[in-house]
């Protein structure tokens, strides 16, 4: 594993927006030359994803991993978790990454990510497929001073309680008494 990389993680489909990520990683990269992009996932547009990492000559920054039975293991030496989705729920995936003590950069889609973060206040957010926006909201984490980022993370991490079983089946017996 690379030591300074971002993370993404989902299944590789239209949804989660992963053109648009390699495409503004590339805007990264040439600010940042060693910065690295890990992408933890399969899908039906794999070929297409190398296919641009080549066309872009990303292929030593930008790696697929395929899937893991570990994500934790990424996310929490991660310099950021990235969600560039179209569209999305909460998304476990951005509560795991809240539970890693990962920093979140995740798109303003609609259903979840937005209310998560507490509109920024618990990670970064950006306009979803906006060019230069994730750009945008890297280089404010790389200006960002470390007390500010951990009190994100800890806003994040406790967003995240909301979503556990335990919650969940409170939740439940609220319901049905």
Not at 92 to 101: K, P, T
Not at 137 to 156: D, T, V
Request: charge should be positive; charged fraction near 25%; aromatic fraction near 12%.
């Amino acid at each position: 594993i690379p030591d300074n990389f971002i993370l993404s993680v989902g299944r590789l489909t239209k949804q989660k927006n992963y053109f648009y990520l390699i495409n503004e990683f590339k805007k990264i990269v040439n600010r940042y030359p060693n910065q690295k992009l890990l992408i933890v996932g399969e899908g039906e547009l794999k070929k297409k994803i190398k296919n641009l990492i080549n066309r872009l000559n990303l292929s030593s920054s930008v790696f697929l991993i395929g899937h893991t039975n570990n994500v934790y293991y990424y996310m929490k030496k991660a310099k950021a978790f990235v969600l560039p989705s179209l569209w999305e729920e909460v998304g476990f995936v951005i509560v795991e990454a809240a539970l890693s003590n990962s920093i979140i950069i995740s798109s303003d889609c609609k259903n979840g990510p937005k209310e998560f973060l507490e509109n920024g206040k618990a990670g970064f957010l950006f306009n979803n497929n906006q060019e230069k926006a994730l750009f945008n909201s890297f280089i404010l984490l790389m200006k960002e001073n470390k007390k500010n980022i951990l009190e994100k993370k800890i806003r994040a991490k406790k967003n995240s309680i909301k979503f556990t079983m335990f919650r969940h089946q409170i939740q439940l017996k609220k319901l049905f008494h």
